[in-house]
């Protein structure tokens, strides 16, 4: 009774109609110097080479990691090497698509979903995921929030869009809020008609915009576990690692 209690006043907030975009293609995310392969299958403008790409995702991460997110132009400086990397024409590529990615940064719009904002806000630092199962056509999100006290999880299938080859449809057809790893709880969010748009893709490095326009980069996490004790050693010690 005390866990329902303390819970039922956030159930409340996944349950309401303002939630109903939670977890929808905008969400759902480690920094590093890997190697670049850039938006597979395509060729880069004139005026974004393979080396000037390397050098946007390096700054990029660099500034996720290093940069001080009170400074006025912390969020300036990630779009502008945002708009960078994404004047290669990227496209969604399955193969490359497929399998685990970490969530490292995360830009909410005014339109963003209630429930959206309050998951990064009490969500758990390395801990919110946006994975990919290409044979199924779908991708989960999953966020620990709270202090480790609760995992939100969301499925949304989704499709290519003809004649947008960077963007892919998403429907979020299942989500559930588990309290303590042993309670879980449905939610009732079923969500049509939502799209994701690929700025950026390579095998380490994921850049997207839902269609609220929030912004999202991921990372591959090497071991889960142990993605952010590594990547510190790359970059150097980060606050936002922490």
């Excluded at 496209?91 to 979903?113: H, K, M, N, Y």
């Amino acid at each position: 009774m005390k866990l329902v209690r303390i819970f039922a006043p956030i159930l409340m907030v996944f349950t309401s109609p303002a939630a109903l975009g939670f977890l929808s293609p905008a969400l759902v995310p480690v920094k590093s110097n890997l190697q670049t392969r850039p938006c597979m299958g395509r060729s880069f403008t004139q005026s974004l080479t393979m080396r000037s790409a390397q050098e946007s995702k390096n700054k990029l991460l660099d500034v996720i990691l290093r940069g001080d997110e009170k400074d006025p132009n912390y969020l300036a400086q990630i779009s502008a090497t945002i708009q960078e990397l994404s004047s290669s024409k990227c496209r969604f590529d399955s193969q490359t698509a497929d399998g685990e990615w970490q969530l490292v940064f995360q830009q909410d719009s005014i339109d963003s979903p209630a429930l959206q904002k309050f998951t990064r806000a009490t969500e758990d630092a390395g801990k919110t995921f946006a994975n990919f199962d290409v044979k199924k056509g779908v991708f989960y999100n999953k966020a620990s929030v709270l202090s480790g006290a609760a995992d939100l999880e969301a499925t949304v299938k989704f499709e290519v869009v003809p004649g947008k080859e960077e963007r892919i449809s998403c429907d979020i057809t299942d989500a559930q809020f588990t309290i303590a790893k042993f309670l879980t709880i449905p939610l009732p969010l079923r969500v049509k008609g939502g799209w994701l748009d690929f700025l950026y893709l390579d095998k380490d490095l994921r850049v997207t915009r839902g269609n609220r326009g929030g912004i999202f980069v991921h990372v591959r996490p090497i071991v889960p576990a142990m993605a952010i004790m590594l990547l510190q050693g790359l970059l150097g010690d980060s606050p936002h690692l922490s």
